[in-house]
């Protein structure tokens, strides 16, 4: 989970967070390939009061130092196609 470290560095265990919307891992060159899945708890209120509308929520994904390896893209939601249904809604 995000945000459990030991000297600087991620580490597994910890408790999920359902209030902050920033988590962070760090991992140290691991030589090999890293997989980090994102879970939302819940992505139901108003992100951005008084902008658009209830289900507007800011988020942002960041891979610093990071590189693709042949047939494993960094996003693998359809985010690298610019597919934003995985992650849009409407309201009823």
Do not use: Y
């Given at each position: 989970?995000?945000?459990?470290?030991?000297?600087?560095?991620?580490?597994?265990?910890?408790s999920?967070?359902?209030?902050e919307?920033?988590?962070?891992?760090?991992?140290?060159?691991?030589?090999?390939?890293?997989?980090?899945?994102?879970?939302?708890?819940?992505?139901?209120?108003?992100?951005?009061?008084?902008?658009?509308d209830?289900?507007?929520?800011?988020?942002?994904?960041?891979?610093?130092?990071?590189?693709?390896?042949?047939?494993?893209?960094?996003?693998?939601?359809?985010?690298?196609?610019?597919?934003?249904?995985?992650?849009?809604?409407?309201?009823?």
């Amino acid at each position: 989970l995000g945000n459990h470290f030991t000297l600087g560095w991620s580490q597994t265990g910890g408790s999920a967070d359902t209030l902050e919307n920033l988590e962070n891992v760090f991992v140290q060159k691991a030589g090999a390939t890293a997989t980090i899945t994102v879970s939302a708890t819940a992505i139901n209120g108003d992100g951005v009061p008084l902008v658009g509308d209830m289900t507007d929520q800011d988020f942002a994904l960041i891979c610093r130092n990071c590189a693709v390896s042949a047939g494993n893209p960094i996003f693998s939601d359809g985010f690298e196609s610019g597919d934003v249904s995985a992650w849009s809604s409407s309201e009823p």
